[in-house]
T-cell receptor, first 121, second 113 residues
Framework: AQTVTQSQPEMSVQEAETVTLSCTYD???????LFWYKQPPSRQMILVIR??????QNATENRFSVNFQKAAKSFSLKISDSQLGDAAMYFCAYRITPSNAGGTSYGKLTFGQGTILTVHP | EAGVTQSPTHLIKTRGQQATLRCSPISGHTSVYWYQQALGLGLQFLLWYDEGEERNRGNFPPRFSGRQFPNYSSELNVNALELEDSALYLC????????????FGPGTRLLVL
């Protein structure tokens, strides 16, 4: 079974500084997707960034970038120039691809436990 | 473009009752997913519907059930409510079942007394 682990229950950063959130996962599949979602106090899950496992290039979305290490099964999120609005719970998630269809893992997102990010002014 | 919507936002029930939660996907999305976010248990996959059919379900008892309507909206039913069913129930949608990102609604917070 696939598992996703976020080893940092809480992180904090000063406004305008950079912070990195860690995520590791365990899978026997070779093709899959990885995601970072953000859940602010409003509880709405918001997609931050997505990475396809077959792509070697790390995904980037404005101030958000990932360090995807497939061999190490590591997928960290770097937030640059942190803003007060970045304060939230961040979840790392994994999903197998349709080519690996079937079985109990098909279609679903498997989430890590989450990391609470606090941004200090 | 409207996002995923869920109703009600809050629901209070007593043990043994039934709860019905509703979800409307983003226009053009045919897949709907349900997740439970309970305190201390994290986010757990419940159900996945696509084109009106149940495609997969998580490790939940049969009293958790649902359906998807022809307009792709979905309903989650929880029968014989137990105290531990108290949680935030999140619905997500995606444009079909292949290689697509799931976009989440604001959730329904269910409290079982």
């Amino acid at each position: 079974a696939q598992t996703v682990t976020q080893s940092q229950p809480e992180m904090s950063v000063q406004e305008a500084e950079t912070v990195t959130l860690s995520c590791t996962y365990d899978t026997s599949e070779s093709d899959y997707y990885l995601f970072w979602y953000k859940q602010p106090p409003s509880r709405q899950m918001i997609l931050v960034i997505r990475q396809e496992a077959y792509k070697q290039q790390n995904a980037t979305e404005n101030r958000f970038s990932v360090n995807f290490q497939k061999a190490a099964k590591s997928f960290s999120l770097k937030i640059s120039d942190s803003q007060l609005g970045d304060a939230a719970m961040y979840f790392c998630a994994y999903r197998i691809t349709p080519s690996n269809a079937g079985g109990t893992s098909y279609g679903k997102l498997t989430f890590g436990q989450g990391t609470i990010l606090t941004v200090h002014p | 473009e409207a996002g995923v919507t869920q109703s009600p936002t809050h629901l209070i029930k007593t043990r043994g009752q039934q709860a019905t939660l509703r979800c409307s996907p983003i226009s053009g999305h045919t897949s709907v997913y349900w997740y439970q976010q309970a305190l201390g248990l994290g986010l757990q996959f419940l159900l996945w519907y696509d084109e009106g059919e149940e495609r997969n379900r998580g490790n939940f008892p049969p009293r958790f059930s649902g359906r998807q309507f022809p307009n792709y909206s979905s309903e989650l039913n929880v029968n014989a409510l137990e105290l531990e069913d108290s949680a935030l129930y999140l619905c997500a949608s995606s444009p079909g079942s292949v290689r697509e990102t799931q976009y989440f609604g604001p959730g329904t917070r269910l409290l079982v007394l």
